[in-house]
């Protein structure tokens, strides 16, 4: 489950070989993740960060995209997603949701949640703060934020950010119930450093967080 999984059978070779790894470079290496064996991974993107994560593509077919993250303690992302899941219980259970209507008159709803994804800390070695972290793809919310630095009222910038790359006519609704449910837990768990691009939103248009290392 989300939050408390991990990855290992990495040998200390090919831990360094990640480690190393550059972009652009395939490289033969295995691993076990929820259970199932990854034989090679190429680097397709190299993130602009002080610890330089990395977006690995794993195969063999059918291949998943894992972001490979080193520095940092991944615990509390662990901590902050697992705390996240539970409060995504407690909404479900209680009924909790988010409700508009439109300028037709029509009622839109949806369940107030968290957008959760997985990850994965190297098992058995806690020191060298290393994970694979589930892709989502998507995209930061800071071209919408640079356009609304200029003293611009709430409503106007969350009237851009609700249509923000909108692709469906419920992406409104969906990124409202999944705003909620974010800040709300932000709040409660005294998350720390939410800037434009530790916020995002993914191709279905939920919003959520990443990078949970100031909280508490």
């Avoid at 611009?152 to 609700?162: E, G, I, K, M």
């Amino acid at each position: 489950e989300s939050g408390v999984a991990s990855f290992g059978g990495l040998s200390e070779e090919h831990l360094d070989l990640l480690t190393q790894a550059e972009l652009g470079k395939r490289y033969e290496v295995s691993f076990e993740v929820a259970g199932r064996r990854y034989e090679s991974a190429e680097v397709t993107k190299v993130y602009p960060s002080e610890n330089e994560p990395k977006r690995l593509l794993c195969g063999p077919e059918p291949v998943r995209r894992f972001i490979w993250k080193q520095g940092d303690n991944i615990y509390h992302d662990q901590a902050c997603l697992g705390m996240m899941r539970a409060f995504n219980e407690i909404w479900r259970t209680l009924g909790t949701t988010v409700t508009w209507r439109d300028e037709t008159g029509r009622v839109h709803s949806e369940p107030v949640r968290c957008r959760i994804y997985d990850v994965y800390p190297l098992e058995g070695m806690p020191v060298l703060r290393t994970a694979l972290i589930e892709y989502v793809r998507g995209t930061t919310i800071a071209p919408l934020w640079d356009r609304n630095m200029l003293g611009l009222s709430y409503r106007t910038v969350w009237n851009d950010y609700a249509s923000y790359d909108d692709t469906s006519g419920n992406s409104y609704t969906l990124k409202l119930a999944t705003a909620v449910g974010s800040f709300i837990a932000c709040y409660v768990l005294a998350v720390g450093d939410r800037h434009q691009d530790n916020m995002m939103l993914d191709a279905a248009g939920a919003f959520f967080n990443i990078d949970f290392q100031y909280w508490g």
